[in-house]
């Protein structure tokens, strides 16, 4: 059973900026109550930014919400495969995608969380908690690093979907123009998310959804040594995914 994956750009949780989103993923597991279990590794572990998940999807979307901290005592497959197991939709919270990327390859919950997707069950989440489930994501770990002149990079993510992402392509002026640099020497299509604006994997499918009006997506391709960026429109009907990946918009 392939992903069933909702991965958005980024957004202001709090101000409900994202909630026609957030509540499309929680109404895939089709149930009245979901279980969502929070991953929010890439904040270290917020408990600001739980309370933030809490009030999204207890108070607004009716769901049951637990938080796996897994820089704390939740780092053992002990603990946090009964909570997968738990779940019925996981939401993988912003931050710094590295040092995320780097820990749940520590302790082996990047295969966990492959085993959890392959029960047909959904997951999302927003910037870090978008990119993490792609080939390839353009993340600003440098400024976590205070890399000097640097302000996003390369990182090798998830290989969920075999798609370059990169979130924050409209409140982030720079991202876009450092996505684009960064594609002219990296294989395969990407995809750029505005804040608002989520790319959703389904299968062998994908849709794009908007929470904010001009919210988009951007499908980057290369012709030659140029990247070609094409604006891609919301759009609540499923597209094949295999044309997507070779850069044909349908």
Not at 125 to 149: H, K, M, T
């Amino acid at each position: 059973m392939g992903p069933n994956i909702i991965a958005i750009g980024g957004g202001s949780v709090e101000s409900g900026e994202t909630l026609s989103i957030d509540r499309e993923l929680v109404s895939l597991t089709g149930r009245s109550r979901p279980k969502l279990l929070f991953v929010p590794t890439a904040s270290m572990d917020s408990e600001e930014y739980a309370d933030c998940i809490r009030t999204e999807f207890e108070d607004r979307l009716d769901c049951d919400v637990d938080v796996l901290r897994l820089l704390g005592s939740d780092a053992s497959s002990d603990v946090y495969q009964p909570k997968l197991e738990w779940a019925d939709v996981v939401y993988v919270g912003g931050g710094n995608t590295k040092a995320m990327m780097g820990h749940w390859r520590k302790i082996g919950f990047d295969l966990a969380i492959r085993s959890y997707l392959h029960s047909g069950r959904p997951a999302g989440g927003l910037s870090a908690g978008a990119i993490c489930w792609f080939r390839v994501g353009n993340s600003d770990w440098p400024q976590y690093e205070q890399i000097p002149g640097l302000l996003t990079a390369r990182l090798d993510c998830l290989g969920i979907v075999d798609l370059v992402a990169c979130p924050h392509t409209s409140r982030e002026s720079f991202r876009i123009k450092e996505f684009s640099a960064m594609m002219r020497t990296e294989s395969g299509i990407g995809i750029g998310l505005d804040d608002c604006c989520a790319i959703q994997i389904r299968g062998e499918e994908y849709r794009i959804l908007a929470s904010m009006e001009g919210a988009v997506a951007h499908m980057l391709s290369k012709r030659g040594d140029v990247v070609v960026i094409t604006e891609m429109q919301p759009h609540s009907d499923f597209r094949e995914l295999a044309s997507l990946k070779r850069g044909v918009l349908s």
